[in-house]
């Protein structure tokens, strides 16, 4: 398996230093297709056949030279090689190719990388040329249908290729929209949380301040710890943004269930208690799993301090039949009559069910427990490490 990989990731490097030297590649090509057609020439012809001579040589030559400037002037080149190819019919007598190599090579350049009114000039270009060379030559139906045939395969494969890389394009460009929104609902997640609690804390700092100074110090410190965490994060966030550039900073890894009990001790100092439960026992989770449930207790607790007027709100994560069962419920004043659900007009349980339905689970939000308060339930399907990776 890791010479395969190696093979791969070689062929990588060598695709990567291609598209950023199209000229060697070219080149490269040329000097292909020039060893190909030398064959002919240092093969002995049959008696009765002139030697071949460098004269026919040369010829051959000027019909390749053009294929290093191919991709930027695709129909030039195919002009070129047609008049180098008329003149060495007609002018010598040299060896014969078994295919038409710069032809081949030609239209397939042209099929790939010249728009269509081009490519509809150069296909009836070559319906004209194969068979005045074809006459030219052997005057054999064979000949013609074979030619026919190999240069409509080159078109088509062309086409077929222009159509791989567009997909391509495509995909890359989804896959970065995907990655951006990512981003975007991560950075929502960390700055409304931490905006929140630094607001509550900030709120009650005046009061303990006269009733209780030691509380205001502990408020004080809260939303500096907070404030340091959020930075963090958003450092983190932004190194993804970065990375791959020169002085990106190393990628931390994702926060985990293992940071819910800070997450809750930060909610707690702001002056909400919180209660963490696990059932099932504790269990290793994929790393992508285990990053979404912080994040959807985070986004959870955040619109408890935000919208629910609470006065206590529990946190349950329990692992049954591979399954992670998280839920979030506070007694506050529940979900808005109208809506059905609390905050619906933001992002944040909007981005709940997105994250739960990015693993293949569901998300469910509405009245707590004998309909007092909210309560968020989020099941997300727990792969095998093995399972995860791949």
Not at 304 to 330: I, N, S
Request: proline share 7%; charged share 20%.
């Amino acid at each position: 398996m890791g010479g395969r990989g190696d093979v791969r990731a070689r062929w990588e490097r060598t695709r990567t230093w291609g598209g950023a030297n199209p000229w060697a590649v070219d080149a490269g090509i040329a000097l292909l297709v020039q060893a190909a057609m030398t064959m002919p020439f240092v093969v002995p012809r049959p008696p009765g056949l002139e030697p071949a001579t460098w004269t026919a040589y040369g010829l051959t030559t000027l019909t390749v030279v053009p294929l290093v400037w191919r991709r930027r002037a695709p129909v030039a080149v195919l002009l070129a090689i047609l008049a180098a190819s008329t003149l060495y019919i007609l002018a010598v007598d040299g060896p014969g190719q078994p295919l038409p190599y710069t032809g081949l090579v030609i239209v397939y350049t042209v099929a790939l990388h010249s728009p269509a009114r081009k490519r509809l000039a150069t296909a009836g270009l070559m319906l004209v040329a194969v068979p005045v060379s074809v006459w030219l030559n052997t005057r054999s139906a064979r000949e013609l249908t074979f030619s026919l045939f190999v240069f409509g395969a080159a078109y088509v494969f062309g086409r077929l290729q222009d159509a791989r890389q567009r997909a391509h394009l495509v995909e890359a460009e989804r896959a970065a929209a995907r990655e951006r929104a990512r981003i975007a609902r991560e950075m929502h997640d960390i700055l409304s949380h931490a905006v929140s609690l630094m607001v509550v804390q900030a709120e009650a700092g005046p009061v303990a301040v006269r009733a209780a100074p030691e509380r205001a110090e502990a408020a004080f410190e809260a939303i500096s710890e907070t404030g340091r965490e959020a930075m963090t994060q958003l450092r983190q966030m932004l190194g993804l943004l970065r990375e791959g550039s020169e002085g990106a900073p190393p990628r931390e890894p994702q926060p985990d269930v293992s940071g819910i009990p800070a997450l809750v001790e930060r909610v707690r100092s702001g002056g909400l208690p919180v209660v963490y439960t696990t059932r099932g026992g504790v269990r290793a989770l994929p790393a992508a799993t285990g990053a979404s449930a912080y994040r959807i207790v985070q986004e959870a607790l955040t619109n408890v301090v935000r919208h629910a007027d609470a006065r206590r709100a529990e946190v349950l994560l329990a692992h049954a039949d591979g399954v992670l069962h998280v839920t979030v419920t506070d007694d506050g004043r529940g979900p808005a009559p109208a809506a059905g659900t609390r905050g619906s007009g933001g992002h944040g349980l909007t981005g709940i069910r997105e994250r739960a339905a990015a693993h293949g689970g569901t998300a469910t939000t509405g009245p707590g427990p004998d309909g007092r308060g909210f309560e968020v339930r989020v099941l997300l399907p727990v792969l095998s490490t093995a399972e995860a990776g791949r």
